[in-house]
């Protein structure tokens, strides 16, 4: 789960934070062989809005055309596996019927003139039974973060998930493989491996949540094997051209930690790095101390993406520092559809409404004006 960020009730517009031109921000750049009318990236974030058996809602078509303005769209989280899943109304990318109704979104962001990478999704430990037919949630080891999750009858505990075989990775592996072809034949521009925020990339990477002993634990290269391996088999169905990977370094959502988290993701994004992935997207708030994103960033040939409470000013302001080469916004793209026209005319913006963020249907999904 992607999580917007915390934001006012009101759905009425207000002052732009865009007070100068964002020149740079809104310029064309190229990503790979694709080129983007902008450096402006809506951010992959869960809206809980999916039907039975993780089938996209039709009104996503509608939602993300709404905001094909974006140079770069990047889906919610889909689950590449039943396996996978772990909130409830998400999308999956592992059914013929998801495939099917993957492509009619696809169609439709691209008739708008946008490009869409899908993000490919699997929980691990934060799934539970309810979503499992009764099976217990999968993890590198057997760790309980202690927290809760949204069942469709509400808030439950999670429980202590079983730590995988040796033997079962490769099939997880195939699993991510095997989504990364059903996006492409869904007409997807490319992939995001979803390494952050908690979920099963990121728990083999930390060693927080991995207390593994054989080639998969201890030692920070044998942590991100299983990332690694994951990387290669989606590269070998998009090519390292169509396929980002996303990192949360220094988030401690889900119950995540790392001892040395500078040393972990530095080597991570270094053996991305040589394999030539098109972006590394760093969730990365503006704030704070310690931030590893400056190495990460020297550290990384392709292009680097980072995301966490930037506005047009801040953005700009990366953008022309070197500190990035493209910005993710999460909310501001909730709330509104042609968000690169508003900062470009510096014109007020719509407010997101919370409380609809993970429920309803129309409602603050697909109903946020546009400018006349």
């Known amino acids: 789960m992607s999580t917007p960020a915390t934001a006012a009730r009101s759905n009425q517009a207000t002052q732009s934070d865009a007070s100068e031109p964002a020149k740079r921000l809104l310029s064309p750049y190229r990503l790979g062989d694709l080129t983007l009318a902008n450096r402006m990236v809506m951010a992959p974030m869960t809206r809980s809005r999916a039907l039975e ?10 939602y993300y055309a709404q905001r094909a303005g974006a140079g770069l769209i990047v889906t919610e989280g889909s689950q590449i596996s039943r396996q996978g899943a772990g909130y409830t109304r998400t999308p999956g990318i592992h059914s013929q019927a998801q495939i099917e109704a993957w492509r009619q979104i696809v169609d439709k962001v691209h008739a708008a003139g946008g490009k869409i ?7 691990g430990r ?6 499992l037919d009764g099976e217990l949630p999968v993890a590198p080891s057997a760790i309980n973060d202690g927290g809760e999750v949204f069942t469709a009858s509400g808030m439950q505990k999670r429980v202590t998930p079983r730590a995988l075989e040796a033997r079962e990775i490769p099939g997880i592996v195939e ?5 990364a072809a059903n996006a492409k034949a869904a007409g997807f521009d490319g992939v995001e491996l979803h390494g952050a925020n908690g979920y099963l990339l990121d728990q083999f990477t930390r060693d927080g949540t991995n207390k593994r002993t054989d080639q998969y634990g201890g030692s920070i290269e044998n942590r991100v094997r299983f990332p690694l391996e994951v990387t290669r088999a989606v590269i070998g169905v998009f090519g ?9 370094p220094t988030s401690p959502f889900n119950g995540m930690s790392d001892s040395n ?11 991305l790095s040589e394999l030539g992935i098109v972006y590394l997207h760093v969730v990365d708030p503006i704030t704070g101390e310690n931030r590893p994103s400056p190495v ?6 392709g292009t680097y993406i980072v995301n966490g409470g930037f506005d047009a000013i801040t953005a700009e302001a990366a953008l022309r520092a070197g500190n990035a080469d493209l910005v993710a916004f999460g909310a501001p793209f909730i709330a509104n ?3 690169p026209k508003r900062y470009a005319l510096g014109a007020g913006l719509n407010v997101p409404d919370q409380p609809t963020f993970y429920q309803g249907e129309e409602k603050g999904y697909t109903d946020y004006p546009a400018l006349a």
């Open 296 to 301: 990460l960033r020297s550290k990384f040939n």
């Open 261 to 271: 988290p500078l040393a972990t993701f530095s080597h991570l994004t270094e053996r």
């Open 126 to 131: 934060i799934s539970h039974p309810v979503f």
């Open 337 to 339: 559809p042609d968000l």
């Open 117 to 123: 990478f899908l993000q490919l999704w699997h929980v």
């Open 53 to 62: 058996h993780g089938v996209p809602n039709p009104l996503a078509a509608t």
């Open 240 to 248: 390292a051209q169509r396929v980002g990977y996303r990192i949360s």
């Open 175 to 179: 699993d991510y493989r095997r989504a």
